[in-house]
T-cell receptor, first 114, second 112 residues
Framework: KAGVTQTPRYLIKTRGQQVTLSCSPI?????VSWYQQTPGQGLQFLFE???????NKGNFPGRFSGRQFSNSRSEMNVSTLELGDSALYLC?????????????FGEGSWLTVV | KQEVTQIPAALSVPEGENLVLNCSFT??????LQWFRQDPGKGLTSLLL?????REQTSGRLNASLDKSSGRSTLYIAASQPGDSATYLC???????????FGKGTRLSVIA
């Protein structure tokens, strides 16, 4: 059974650009969550999608957005990149939604903004 | 607002030692608590999930306990090995449909 797949694994962008990250959850999982991890702030929740609907949203500016497709794959987009957006972006999936089940993380997408 | 604290931030032990990692949370009305492991540059791997009604969970050399009333959890690692070197993160959820709140982790080094 394939795990959570995130693409791309590494990318470098320039300030002001935008970026789209992709996440394919484990087959059969309908919930996808996104987290930002930085050395200073640790893991911070961005948003969660369940059956194509955003169910929870963290405290991030509107430059951060996401969506989920009918096959449960999810994308997140960051517009007008800032240096502070440099981070590891982690996607996680779970079977029935929410945190009542074990949650499975992908390897992450390393974003560097220069 | 739920806050999760992990102490110490880093820990170095000799191989074979038994050790305890600590996690505390401010709101005791949790739904569940999970312990994760993260290797450098990698994603997180779930180690143990404890529901609010449970007191402990065990998997191999790992044992996690939960004391909701005091807002504490511990992860006990028996007979540590160099392969246990990683960052261990604790995360809590306040309901079945709310996101996990993570601590900043304890970076463990097991020296051969």
């Amino acid at each position: 059974k394939a795990g959570v797949t995130q693409t791309p694994r590494y990318l470098i962008k320039t300030r002001g650009q935008q970026v789209t990250l992709s996440c394919s959850p484990i087959s059969g999982h309908r919930s996808v969550s996104w987290y930002q991890q930085t050395p200073g702030q640790g893991l911070q929740f961005l948003f969660e999608y369940f059956s194509e609907t955003q169910r929870n949203k963290g405290n991030f500016p509107g430059r951060f957005s996401g969506r989920q497709f009918s096959n449960s794959r999810s994308e997140m987009n960051v517009s007008t990149l800032e240096l502070g957006d440099s981070a590891l972006y982690l996607c996680a999936s779970s079977p029935g939604g929410g945190s009542g089940n074990t949650i499975y993380f992908g390897e992450g997408s390393w974003l560097t903004v220069v | 607002k739920q806050e999760v604290t992990q102490i110490p931030a880093a820990l170095s032990v000799p191989e074979g030692e038994n050790l305890v990692l600590n996690c505390s949370f401010t709101d005791s009305a949790i739904y569940n608590l999970q312990w994760f492991r993260q290797d450098p540059g990698k994603g997180l791997t779930s180690l143990l999930l404890i529901q609010s009604s449970q007191r402990e969970q065990t998997s191999g050399r790992l044992n996690a306990s939960l004391d909701k009333s005091s807002g504490r959890s511990t992860l006990y690692i028996a007979a540590s090995q160099p392969g246990d070197s990683a960052t261990y993160l604790c995360a809590v959820s306040n309901s079945g449909n709310t996101p996990l709140v993570f601590g900043k982790g304890t970076r463990l080094s097991v020296i051969a």
